[in-house]
């Protein structure tokens, strides 16, 4: 019986994927630089695997309408200050609270992530493209 390999092709509009990097960086989509209003992006992840993004001023409450969605909470300097899963149910009173505390730590736009299928597939999102943990000794 032969054995089947999956081998991965970029899409042609795919920026080279990174080495591993130590943070996740964005990589806006070429195919909407020309409009006027940024409404997509898209971030690499530390693994190198793209994400694709709606964007969303930081106090849009629309931005946290959306179940099932990774949301990522970018700065002006464009690094990603916070994120979370907004949950099946989109819990208004502690998103609410989180978009409070992301706009004061210094989030200017809220980026969501709607294509990740289940809870599996957004965790994995959240570890690649969250923020490490700066530790001290």
């Keep these: 019986m032969a054995a089947l390999a999956y081998r991965f092709t970029p899409d042609l509009f795919d920026e080279p994927a990174p080495a591993m990097e130590a943070a996740a960086c964005e ?3 070429r ?3 020309s409009l006027s209003e940024r409404r997509f992006t898209a971030w690499r992840g530390r693994s190198g695997r793209r994400y694709v993004a709606s964007v969303f001023a930081a106090d849009d409450i629309h931005a946290l309408s959306f179940t099932d969605a990774v ?3 970018v700065s002006a300097e464009r690094q990603i200050v916070a994120a979370r899963d907004s949950g099946p149910f989109g819990i208004e009173a502690a998103l ?3 978009q409070s505390s992301v706009m004061e ?3 200017k ?4 992530h709607l294509l990740a299928e289940d809870g599996a597939s957004r965790r994995a999102a959240l570890l690649d493209l969250m923020p490490q943990a700066q530790t001290t000794t």
Aim: aromatic share 6%; charged share 10%.
């Design 71 to 73: 949301l990522l909470a």
């Design 27 to 29: 990589m806006p989509l």
């Design 31 to 33: 195919s909407t630089a």
């Design 105 to 107: 730590a210094g989030a």
């Design 109 to 112: 736009e809220i980026h969501v």
């Design 96 to 98: 609410a609270r989180w």
